[in-house]
């Protein structure tokens, strides 16, 4: 009877997903599956693929800031675009850090990150926020407001705090960038390798590794895409804004602060 009574439930379950609108609730759990998958393997490629986006971003609007006069529209464009992946970045962290400290048993036996690291989060949080918020206020209040000196003051000051904290926090992590790039490059060399020892004209396909093929490698794409159309359709958006700033109103307020703080 105890038995009887157990597999009613699973009956239950088996009849509906055989109905004509059971597939769909299924069909949509496994993509969803499929797009969140690969633990705490995923969660560090993401961060990893993220950071190195980054770098290349902050690279470019490291190029910016040495000719400011010339390349404000450019600074100002890609600071907006950096919205997107560092969203993204700070998200995929944090993720990190609540499995962590909710005690998920996959990121308790992959354990934190440095100890140092973890002491540097928060700084490197709070001056993300800082520099992004200011910069932001600072488009929208335009070169002529009475608030100008000091947001731009505190904007450039936490600018450069936050590029040192940065600088810190991707040394942190040379090891990880080092071990994914590390995996990639032998993904593609195994495949290279696959390829030239069958025969010619072989229409047999390529049995993926593991490593190239980690669950959930098109949810990460996907994350990293939207963060990118974001920011870029935000950056595109916000266009018309910039024309306070380039023009010779505040092409005067730059030069102000150039030789202000020099």
Do not use: C
């Not at 004509?20 to 560090?44: C, D, H, I, K, V």
């Not at 600072?138 to 600018?159: A, C, E, N, Q, T």
Request: proline share 6%; net charge positive.
């Amino acid at each position: 009877m105890a038995n009887d009574v157990r597999a009613r439930p699973r009956a239950r379950r088996r009849a509906a997903s055989e109905l004509p609108g059971g597939a769909a609730p299924q069909a949509s759990r496994g993509l969803f599956r499929r797009l969140t998958a690969g633990g705490t393997e995923g969660n560090e490629r993401l961060t990893v693929i993220t950071g190195l986006l980054l770098i290349v971003l902050l690279a470019a609007l490291g190029i910016t800031i040495i000719n400011l006069g010339g390349l404000l529209w450019l600074h100002l464009f890609l600071g907006l675009l950096l919205i997107g992946p560092v969203a993204l970045k700070m998200a995929s962290a944090g993720y990190r850090f609540m499995r962590y400290y909710t005690h998920n048993r996959r990121y308790r036996v992959k354990g934190p990150p440095l100890p140092a690291l973890r002491l540097l989060a928060p700084l490197v949080v709070a001056l993300t926020a800082v520099v992004f918020i200011s910069g932001v206020v600072l488009l929208f209040i335009g070169p002529d407001s009475s608030l100008r000196s000091d947001v731009f003051l505190i904007h450039k000051v936490s600018f450069f705090g936050w590029l040192a904290v940065t600088a810190l926090h991707v040394l942190g992590h040379l090891p990880e960038i080092f071990r994914f790039l590390r995996i990639s490059n032998d993904s593609r060399a195994e495949m290279i390798a696959v390829r030239s020892s069958r025969p010619r004209g072989s229409a047999e396909p390529v049995e993926p590794s593991l490593a190239q093929h980690l669950p959930g490698g098109a949810g990460r794409w996907l994350s990293i895409s939207a963060a990118l159309v974001l920011g870029l359709v935000l950056a595109v958006v916000l266009i018309p804004q910039f024309s306070a700033w380039t023009g010779s109103a505040g092409a005067a307020v730059l030069h102000h602060h150039h030789h202000l703080h020099h």
